[in-house]
Each structure stands twice: as C-alpha cells, then as structure tokens.
C-alpha cells in the first residue's frame, strides 16, 4: 500500500466536453453513425450497443467536440442514470454521444481507463456522487465536483492486474448474457414460426385468453414479509430481470415462479419491460408493482410459452393499441388485450413446443444463476480491490 496514493480525478484526465444533442427531428437516421444515450450506460462500467440510436455523417462533423475516441469513459451526469459510466470501444466507433454525458479523457501515462471505470463503478463511489448533487428534482453535477472525487491510485502495473481481473469476470457475465439473449431469440423465432408463420388448415381459430390466464389468483397475506420486485428492476431486452429484496406485503401484484410479468403502463410497455419469473423458493409468493399484468400459460402449455408470446412483435403491437387513459398514464385494456387473436394448434405442436422449451429454459435459468453468482463475486472484491484491502500479484517489472 505504500506505493498507493490518494489523488483528484481531475488530475488523470481532461474533462473534454459534455456531448451535443440534435436539434429536435434533426440529424437522426436510421443507420448511420452511432450516437450514445445515457440509457446505454450500465452500472459496470460497459456500454449496451444494443441500445445505440444513430446520427448522419453530417451531423457527427458539426459536432466535432462531441466525437469520441477509444477508451474514452462517458460519464452520466445527470438524471435518472448520474453516476454511471462506461468505457468506449474500439468497435463503437466513429461515434458521438449527447449531452447528459462527460467525454474524460484520461492520460494513460498516469492511469488506465479500465482502472477508473471500474473506481467510479462502486456502488459507495456512485452513492457518494449522488449525494454529491444534492436533493433537486432533476439531480446533476459538474465539472468542478466531477474533478474534485478522489482516486485511491497504485501503480500502474497493480492497476493493470486489479482491471484484468474485473475484466475477466465482466467477460464471463456478458457471455453468459449473450448466450441467454440467443436461447430467448432460439424460442421466439420458433414461437413466430410454428405458431404465426406456418399455421395450418386445421388449426382452431381462438384467442389469446384459450391459451393464456390472465393474473391467476395468488395468495398472500397484508403485513407479510415476502420478495418484492420493482419496475425499474424489469429488463427490456431479456426475462431475468434483478434487485428483488424483501419488503412488507400491503398491496400490489401478486405472482409465483414460471409467470410471465409484463408492464401495463405508458412507457414501460413500450420500451419493453418484461420478466419470466425463475428466481423464488418453491411455493413461495412475491410481489410488486400493481402496473405489472401477469401472464400464465395454461395446464398443458409450457409456462414459457406465455413469456415468447410477450416478446412477440405483434402481440405487443396489439397490446400498445390496448392502451386507454389520459395521455402520459395510459394503461392495457386488459378485456381488450384479451381478445388477442391466434391460431389453436393441434394437441402434437403444442406438445412439440413444450419439448423444445424443455431444452431452452433450464440452460436460461442455469445461466442467470450462474450471473447472479458472478456479479455478487464482482461486487465483493470491487472495492476490496479498490482499496487495497484485497492485493492482486503483478510483475513490478511490467512496463505497460
């Protein structure tokens, strides 16, 4: 630890600028240069490409100061996502980024830019910046403060050993995302395609509501201690969403292992939240938001079938034509979603579909296990490593 010191961030980096966001209806196309949104940025230091929106070559050389380089970290500034960060890549790039975010820019002389990506990515250090920007309705901090966070600092060979080692463990939870994202594409595509694409002849004309129940009836007691799942805790793009805890029953959605969760409300429909339920002990009833709508497939019908058919295109097409309300807090119609249309397969497809699910989903829940694992080992050793309470050998000898 002798080698270690305390320094400002300000002193690892240049601050380059915050981004540029295009006048309204300006500059965004549909394939072009990638432009990154603070919705982008994950609490561990990576950016989701699946998120990126993209501007016109046009408009990524008006915006010159904006233009990001690789190894850049973007760092949200304010809002909903202050604190996190994200390191830039090679492939993202010609890239820009908007306004929320800070473009730091570190000498690489003095430190690594894994090193402080992952320095900011403490849940301590993301609390502190928070607390940082006071209690005002939209939260945000500036260059000044941004540049006055302290860094505990080893030396550069110790930085480049502490951010392999974080490296490694992203590595293999992004992996195991990846290979979850496939599995999840595996099953909606043969859904589309058995159940849309190649319907037959003799097939029963029916409606959603023959195949699927709609918030089955779940007991659990008022005042009961028991798993409660938040909104936010939904994922867009995959079923395992995260950060349930327990929390008095008072009043809310009810649910069990193998439902399907999807968001009734304006946005969350629209952006996707969803949720297979895989992560309770047998028996055991949760509980949540009162804007979720459950979804269970019926006796004889693989629970995950109700989760494909969420995902499905037309289905959420349809669903987000179900909304009513005033503007802004829109709900599902649930009658209305109900009468969904679909085609009743034979007693065989179903039977066929269920046995594929049988190969898919136990891969899916093994590897969200394994992902739950792997972040809670990350985010034990994070500040271990952080503040030296936790060594990592290297070569002093290493030059980098």
């Known amino acids: 630890m002798s080698e270690w010191r305390e320094v400002s961030l300000g002193s690892l980096l ?4 915050k981004g540029t966001t295009p006048p309204k209806g300006k500059g965004f196309v549909e394939h072009g240069i990638n432009y990154i949104k603070s919705d982008a940025i994950n609490y561990d230091g ?10 016109d070559k046009e408009t990524h050389h008006k915006f010159k100061r904006s233009q990001l380089e690789e190894l850049d970290i973007l760092f949200s500034m304010a809002g909903a996502y202050l604190g996190k960060n994200g390191i830039v890549l090679k492939n993202m790039l010609p890239a820009n980024t908007n306004q929320a975010l800070a473009i730091l820019r570190v000498n690489q002389d003095l430190a690594l830019p894994y090193y402080i990506s992952q320095f900011l990515s403490q849940t301590s250090m993301i609390d502190y910046i928070n607390n940082m920007s006071g209690q005002s309705a939209q939260p945000n901090i500036n260059f000044q403060e941004i540049s006055s ?5 080893p ?16 590595d293999k939870i992004d992996l195991l995302h990846r290979q979850n994202k496939t599995l999840e594409q595996m099953a909606e595509t043969l859904f589309r395609q058995w159940f849309v694409e190649e319907a037959g002849e003799d097939w029963g004309e029916g409606v959603i509501s023959d195949l699927i129940d709609f918030n089955p009836k779940r007991v659990l007691a008022k005042g009961t201690i028991a798993t409660y799942l938040e909104m936010t805790s939904l994922n867009t793009q995959t079923f395992n969403p995260t ?9 809310g959605t009810k ?5 399907t969760l999807l968001a009734r409300i304006t946005p969350c429909l629209e952006n996707g939240k969803t949720a297979y339920v895989t992560f309770l002990e047998e028996k055991e009833v949760a509980w949540g938001s009162t804007e979720y709508i459950v979804m269970r497939s019926k006796e004889g019908v693989h629970p995950f079938f109700a989760y494909t058919l969420a995902r499905n295109k037309d289905f959420r097409e349809y669903a987000e034509g179900c909304l009513a309300g005033s503007s802004g807090r829109q709900r599902i119609d649930l009658g209305h979603l109900k009468n969904f249309d679909i085609s009743i397969p034979p007693q065989n497809i179903i039977e066929d579909f269920n046995k594929t699910l049988e190969t898919i989903v136990p891969k899916l829940k093994m590897n969200a296990t394994q992902i739950r694992t792997l972040q809670s080992l990350r ?7 952080m503040n030296g309470e936790v060594r990592v050998s290297y070569d002093k000898e290493t030059s980098l």
């Open 149 to 153: 966070i302290e860094v505990n600092l």
């Open 14 to 17: 240049k601050l380059i600028t």
């Open 379 to 385: 985010d034990t050793l994070l500040p271990k490593l």
């Open 243 to 251: 950060g349930w805890y327990a929390r008095e029953f008072k009043s």
């Open 155 to 170: 030396p550069l060979p110790e930085q480049k050993a502490i951010a392999e080692v974080l490296s490694s463990l992203d």
């Open 46 to 55: 990576r950016i989701d490409v699946t998120k990126f929106v993209a501007i």
């Open 255 to 259: 649910f069990i292992n193998e439902d």
